[in-house]
Nanobody, 115 residues
Framework: QVQLVESGGDLVQSGGSLRLSCVVSRSVSSLNAMAWYRRAPGKERELVAELGFGGRSTYADSVQGRFTISRDNAKNVVFLQMNSLQSEDTGVYTC?????????WGHGTLVIVSS
């Protein structure tokens, strides 16, 4: 079992920055992959950023160059640094972990970007 707890969502103006955190109940270095997803109002959930087992990161085209996924192995936390936020980034951001072929999800944190 892996528990995930997100935090850091907030109301921010367009052009601003936020850092989301996902506290993981086990060593993040033991996980196969970690990712951030988001669900915008009226849209399907989409993959925003992923951090693979070897540390390789991938991003959705819409956030490439603005968002950065990282992890702190000592604190078992995964971060999503979001810069140059746009109204299109509004949504519920959810942390995802892959461990032993099972996907685990947090409850999400809400990000609202006002234009």
């Amino acid at each position: 079992q892996v528990q995930l707890v997100e935090s850091g969502g907030d109301l921010v103006q367009s052009g601003g920055s936020l850092r989301l955190s996902c506290v993981v109940s086990r060593s993040v270095s033991s996980l196969n992959a970690m990712a951030w997803y988001r669900r915008a109002p009226g849209k399907e959930r989409e993959l925003v950023a992923e951090l693979g087992f070897g540390g390789r990161s991938t991003y959705a085209d819409s956030v490439q160059g603005r968002f950065t996924i990282s992890r702190d192995n000592a604190k078992n936390v995964v971060f999503l640094q979001m810069n140059s936020l746009q109204s299109e980034d509004t949504g519920v951001y959810t942390c995802n972990a892959q461990f032993l072929r099972v996907a685990y999800w947090g409850h999400g944190t809400l990000v609202i970007v006002s234009s």
